[in-house]
C-alpha cells in the first residue's frame, strides 16, 4: 500500500509538470452538509480532481450521473431516498460508464460486500489518509477496483473461510443468525429473549436447533464458529 502511494504520488507530480492530467470529474453525495462541504474542499485541493455537482441523497446522485457526466460518484452509504447501495445498484446499471466508490465508516464485510455486488468499483473508510481517497479516485478512473486496505484484508479473508462453515451459516434463518451473535456475545437466554421480545422457551427452542444444524453442542464452539465465519470478531 505504502508504495502504491509512493507511485501515485510520483505520478501526480509528473503530470502537473508536463500539464497533461485531464480532470476527473466528480459528483459528491453526502446528506450531511459539514461533512460534504469537508470533502468538497478536500477534493477540490487535489490535483486534477473537480467536484461537477452535490447531492444530498441517494436519489439525487442517481439524477447527476445522468445529468452532470462525471467519471465517478463518490457517496456514503447511509442516506435518504436511496442508500449509497441502492444508488450504486441504479447507477452502474443505467450509467455503466460512471464510476462508484462508496466512502463509509462503516468497515464490515457485509456492508463492502453488498457494495460491490450493486456495481461500486471502490469502497473507502472515512478515516482513510487523504492520500488514500486521491488513489482510490485515480484506481478507479483506470478500470481498477479499489478497496481500504482493512476492508480488503476482509474480503480476502471471506473467500478462504472453510466452505462448511458457511453451509452450516446458510442452513439457519436470520432470527437463528441473530439469536447466535447474541450468544456468541456472551447474552443470557433471558437477556436475548427481552431484547428481542421474545419468551424464554422460543429463545431455547432456537437454541437447540442451531446447535441440531451447525452440530456444535456447547456455547464455547458457537463462539468459535461465531469467530471463524466472522459473525463476531474475537474482540467482541
Known amino acids: 500500500m505504502a ?6 504520488a510520483w505520478f501526480r507530480d509528473e503530470i502537473k509538470i508536463w500539464g497533461i492530467m485531464k480532470p476527473i470529474r466528480i459528483v459528491l453525495a453526502d446528506d450531511h452538509n459539514l461533512v460534504r462541504s469537508g470533502l468538497k474542499s478536500l477534493l477540490s485541493g487535489m490535483p ?15 439524477a447527476l450521473a445522468s445529468s452532470a457526466n462525471p467519471d465517478v460518484v463518490l457517496m ?9 447501495i441502492e444508488a450504486a445498484a441504479i447507477i452502474a446499471r443505467d450509467q455503466p460508464s460512471v464510476r462508484v466508490i462508496i466512502l463509509s465508516m462503516h468497515d464490515t464485510q457485509d456492508f463492502v460486500s453488498q457494495a460491490l455486488k450493486a ?4 469502497y473507502v473508510l472515512k478515516d482513510a489518509a487523504p492520500l488514500e481517497l486521491e488513489f482510490a479516485l485515480q484506481a ?4 481498477e477496483t479499489y478497496l481500504s486496505p482493512r476492508v480488503s484484508r476482509q474480503v480476502i479473508q471471506s473467500y478462504i473461510r472453510p466452505p462448511d462453515a458457511q453451509a452450516g451459516l446458510e442452513a439457519l ?3 437463528q443468525k441473530e439469536i447466535l451473535k447474541a450468544i456468541a456475545t456472551g ?11 421474545l419468551s424464554i422457551k ?28 466472522g459473525l463476531i470478531s474475537a474482540n467482541d
Not at 508504495?3 to 501515485?8: A, G, N, P, T
Not at 486534477?48 to 442517481?62: I, R
Not at 478507479?140 to 478500470?143: D, F, I, K, P, R
Not at 422460543?202 to 469467530?227: K, N, P, Y
Request: net charge negative; proline share 0%.
Open 119 to 122: 456495481g461500486a468499483v471502490g
Open 202 to 229: 422460543t429463545i431455547e427452542t432456537h437454541r437447540a436447533q442451531i446447535m441440531e444444524r451447525l452440530d456444535i453442542h456447547d456455547v464455547a464452539g458457537l463462539v468459535r464458529f461465531s469467530i471463524r465465519i
Open 187 to 197: 447474552r443470557t437466554t433471558k437477556q436475548i429473549a427481552y431484547d428481542l421480545g
Open 3 to 8: 508504495e502504491s502511494v509512493r507511485h501515485l
Open 173 to 175: 434463518t436470520s432470527r
Open 48 to 62: 486534477g480532481v473537480e467536484v461537477v455537482a452535490e447531492a444530498t441523497n441517494g436519489k439525487e446522485a442517481v
Open 76 to 84: 456514503d452509504i447511509g442516506m435518504k431516498e436511496l442508500n449509497g
Open 140 to 143: 478507479v478512473t483506470n478500470g
